[in-house]
Antibody, heavy 119, light 112 residues
Framework: QVTLKESGPGILQPSQTLSLTCSFS??????????VGWIRQSSGKGLEWLAN???????YYNPSLKNRLTISKDTSNNQAFLKITNMDTADTATYYC???????????WGQGVMVTVSS | DVVLTQTPVSLLISLGGQASISCRSS???????????LHWYLQKPGQSPQLLIY???NRFSGIPDRFSGSGSGTDFTLKISRVEPEDLGVYYC?????????FGAGTKLELK
């Protein structure tokens, strides 16, 4: 059974760095074709893909935020991470961790973590 | 970025009826490898999105055959037949042919 769960600070101030953790089970990021991604959802911009990290450590970022994003993984602990620098109120959203494979796109989603940016 | 335009924005359907949702792309979604990476998701109230259909017409594991996808190039359709209460929510299309991945704005399916 595939599960993913996001964790994060909940609230942070403008200009701070957001650090999110995705803890997953039921698959391994050491397995060929596996990937973990991050997608966010806000009332203003809808669903927005942010970044993916693959089993072979290939990383892909949304160009519109690329300079602010860093994705990484810890395969031994079944975790993936996302950092977003210089957070702004426009980054207020629910952030989802998702599994992705070469066969099926974003096939399992975490429950999401709400992040509010406010001074 | 590729823009996906979903119509209608909302849909009122009776239980047992049929729903049809359109997703039109600003560019062809045929990849250079010949595949078309257009997918459909349903977000039920209070839940995360779930994968329904991938690569235009392939149902994901556990998705009933009441859901079907079709289309090519820039025009795609999701059909839901014999609508049931658990089908209610917001439907999104997603394209992964062009970088970055982009989603449609969603179509809300409600009961008449």
């Amino acid at each position: 059974q595939v599960t993913l769960k996001e964790s994060g600070p909940g609230i942070l101030q403008p200009s701070q760095t957001l650090s999110l953790t995705c803890s997953f089970s039921g698959f391994s990021l050491n397995t060929y074709g596996m990937c973990v991604g991050w997608i966010r959802q806000s009332s203003g911009k809808g669903l927005e893909w942010l970044a993916n990290i693959w089993w072979n450590d290939d990383k892909y970022y949304n160009p519109s935020l690329k300079n602010r994003l860093t994705i990484s993984k810890d395969t031994s602990n079944n975790q993936a991470f996302l950092k977003i620098t210089n957070m702004d109120t426009a980054d207020t959203a629910t952030y989802y961790c998702v599994r992705h494979t070469t066969g099926t796109p974003f096939d399992y989603w975490g429950q999401g973590v709400m992040v509010t940016v406010s001074s | 970025d590729v823009v996906l335009t979903q119509t209608p924005v909302s849909l009122l359907i009776s239980l047992g009826g049929q729903a049809s949702i359109s997703c039109r792309s600003s560019q062809s979604l045929v990849h250079s490898n010949g595949n078309t990476y257009l997918h459909w998701y349903l977000q039920k109230p209070g839940q995360s999105p779930q994968l329904l259909i991938y690569q235009v017409s392939n149902r994901f594991s556990g998705i009933p055959d009441r859901f079907s996808g079709s289309g090519s190039g820039t025009d795609f359709t999701l059909k839901i037949s014999r609508v049931e209460p658990e089908d209610l929510g917001v439907y999104y299309c997603l394209q992964r042919t062009h970088n970055p991945d982009t989603f449609g704005a969603g179509t809300k399916l409600e009961l008449k």
